[in-house]
């Protein structure tokens, strides 16, 4: 069983196919796999594509930091609303848990304060 703004969070990412999309890239981009295709294709670019392939590879290293740079953004902005979210869900209910302890302790001290009546003037009676 999930927190409920956790699943709520799922359901809607779910029905939003960029954000799908984003969070694939974004998971591939931060994986060990995505180090290694870019090390070989950069390697046998390097190698055997282009006899000087510095200002080529410069232009589209370049091109694709901007991109992960974007998909790094929409990764925070989706932990940030998230963030937001499970906070905002569990202060709502620390509240209410406060609110239903705060109405329980004050009918145990109702019903102790009737008890120590009823038995100091039960004291009394006999």
């Known amino acids: 069983m999930s927190h409920p703004v956790v699943a709520a969070f799922r359901q809607g990412r779910e029905g939003n196919v960029q954000l799908r ?3 694939a890239i974004t998971a591939f981009a931060g994986s060990m796999p995505f180090v290694y295709i870019h090390a070989a294709i950069f390697a046998l670019w390097m190698l055997f594509a282009e006899s000087t392939p510095w200002p080529t590879l ?3 290293v370049s091109l694709e930091a901007i991109f992960l740079s974007t998909f790094v953004m929409i990764g925070q902005n989706r932990q940030g609303a998230f963030q937001q979210a499970k906070a905002d869900h569990d202060f709502v209910e620390q509240e209410l ?3 239903t302890n705060t109405d329980l302790t004050r009918q145990i001290h109702k019903l ?3 008890l120590h009546r009823r038995v100091v ?3 009394r009676a006999d």
Do not use: N, S, Y
């Open 121 to 123: 003037e039960g004291d």
């Open 21 to 23: 999309v984003a969070d």
């Open 97 to 99: 848990e406060l609110k």
């Open 112 to 114: 102790t304060t009737e």
């Open 58 to 60: 410069t232009l589209v």
